[in-house]
Every structure is written in C-alpha cells, then in structure tokens.
C-alpha cells in the first residue's frame, strides 16, 4: 500500500483529502506544523507528499526544496494562491504538480495516482531499460544520449551532453575548470578553460529555472563548479 504524507494547517481540507485517498487504498498521515511535517518528510519513507504552501510556521516552498534535496519522490502542491509565478517557483523548486483551491477531491485522487504510477514506472528495475541518470526533475539517457528536464526534452550538444553527464555521476564534488577540461575535451588545458566556462552557461540555459540562482550546477569560486543533490 502507497503511503502518502500531507503538509496541511487547514484540519478541514486534510481530513477530506484523507478520506477520499483512503478510499483509494492509500495509507495516509497528516502533518499540521509545517517544520514537523518536514521532519518526518525527511526521516520516514513515504511515496507521496502533499503540500500546504501557506503553512504558518514555515513557508511551504521551503520545505518542497529541502524534500527535493534528499528525495525523488512526487511532490504536490496545493494553495489557495492562483498566481502563475507560484506555480513556476514551485515547479522550479522539483514539485511534481500544482493544484489551486478549492479543487475536487477526485481530481487530486486522480493526479495522485497518475504521478505515483509515472514515478513507479520511472524507477522500476527493468534490465532491458537504457543506462540513465535521474536527479530532481532532470533524467539523462546515457544510452540515447537525451536529457529531459521536468518531462521536457532539451538538445545538448555532444561536450555539453558529456559535461552534464560526467557532473550528474559526480555529485557534490568540487571539479577546476582544468580538470574538467581535460576530462571532457581529453587535452590539456593551455588556456582553453574559458570553454568550460561558456558550456557551462549554456547547460544552465537548459537545466535552470533561474541561471543567476542555480539550483543544479553550482559555482565555487575561485575553484570550479559542483552538481548538487
């Protein structure tokens, strides 16, 4: 059975969303302290989170991007606020979904079910599938050499396939500029390191929501760069 954690201070619209999901064979759990819900979001297994944006001890954007740090999991947000850069902010910050209130509780059962099955069909072992990288919102297809970021597939180049890659398999780790050159374009740097900086600008051009705030490939200064968990 599917279990599914929801973020929510409005007791009335939680309940309800309890219901009409148990009634679809989902075990679920309510959380109304939004820093309580985070907590156990992060420590407990769960298949699924629902998400309150406007929780008063902690802002529900917040707590979406510290999930998405840790976990792949979907990610549904619901508010109140009807304001498309709401839905953009969220959906930059790896939620999977973005539902406005009041909605139908069969429409959120719907959506819940539609993106637990996309998830399970993603992440299901299958050894006849290609060789692919999935972090976040971006999957890479070492095999096909595609990338799709949020389900949208973007055309790299083959050295800005390659770097992304080679980042994506290496996360966390703190890369020069040099070194990176000399992995991706197999020759040494004498000088040509400015190439790893205009492909990395690039590649945020296709991964980022927003290049000034990175959430992916991130900028050590005086040293190199980083992909992020």
Same mark, same amino acid.
């Given at each position: $059975?599917?279990? @599914?954690? @929801?973020? =929510?201070?409005? *007791?009335?619209?939680?309940?309800? %969303?309890? /219901?009409?999901? %148990?009634?679809?064979?989902?075990?679920?759990?309510? +959380?109304?302290?939004?820093?309580?819900?985070?907590?156990?979001?992060? =420590?407990? /297994?769960?298949? $699924?989170?629902?998400?309150?944006? $406007?929780? !008063?001890?902690?802002?529900?954007?917040?707590?979406?991007?510290?999930?998405?740090?840790?976990?792949?999991?979907?990610?549904? $947000?619901?508010?109140?606020?009807? &304001? &498309?850069?709401?839905?953009?902010?969220?959906?930059?910050?790896?939620?999977?979904?973005?539902?406005?209130? !009041?909605?139908?509780?069969? +429409?959120?059962?719907?959506?819940?079910?539609?993106?637990?099955?996309?998830?399970?069909?993603? *992440?299901?072992? &299958? !050894?006849?599938?290609?060789? =692919?990288?999935?972090?976040? #919102?971006?999957?890479?297809?070492?095999?096909?050499?595609?990338?799709?970021?949020?389900? %949208?597939?973007?055309?790299?180049?083959?050295?800005?396939? &390659?770097?992304?890659?080679?980042?994506?398999?290496?996360?966390?780790?703190?890369?020069?500029? +040099?070194?990176?050159?000399?992995?991706?374009?197999?020759? =040494?740097?004498? #000088?040509?390191?400015?190439?790893? *900086?205009?492909?990395?600008?690039?590649?945020?051009?296709?991964? %980022?929501?927003?290049?000034?705030? !990175?959430?992916?490939?991130? *900028?050590?200064?005086?040293?190199?760069?980083?992909?992020?968990?």
């Amino acid at each position: $059975m599917k279990k @599914i954690l @929801i973020i =929510e201070d409005e *007791t009335s619209i939680a309940e309800l %969303e309890k /219901d009409y999901l %148990e009634l679809s064979d989902f075990e679920v759990e309510i +959380e109304e302290n939004g820093k309580k819900g985070l907590s156990r979001a992060l =420590e407990e /297994d769960f298949d $699924m989170f629902i998400l309150d944006l $406007m929780l !008063p001890d902690m802002d529900g954007f917040d707590i979406c991007r510290e999930i998405r740090r840790v976990k792949n999991v979907p990610i549904l $947000m619901v508010s109140a606020k009807k &304001d &498309d850069i709401d839905k953009i902010r969220g959906l930059g910050l790896g939620a999977d979904d973005y539902i406005t209130k !009041p909605f139908s509780p069969s +429409e959120l059962v719907a959506r819940v079910k539609a993106h637990l099955a996309r998830y399970e069909s993603l *992440t299901s072992v &299958d !050894p006849m599938r290609n060789d =692919e990288i999935k972090i976040r #919102g971006i999957r890479i297809d070492k095999t096909a050499r595609r990338v799709w970021v949020n389900d %949208e597939e973007k055309a790299f180049t083959s050295k800005e396939f &390659d770097l992304l890659t080679f980042l994506a398999e290496n996360p966390n780790r703190v890369f020069s500029k +040099e070194e990176l050159f000399s992995t991706i374009w197999e020759m =040494e740097p004498e #000088g040509d390191i400015a190439t790893v *900086t205009v492909h990395i600008k690039k590649i945020r051009e296709k991964i %980022e929501y927003n290049t000034a705030k !990175p959430q992916y490939i991130e *900028t050590i200064w005086g040293v190199g760069y980083r992909f992020k968990l």
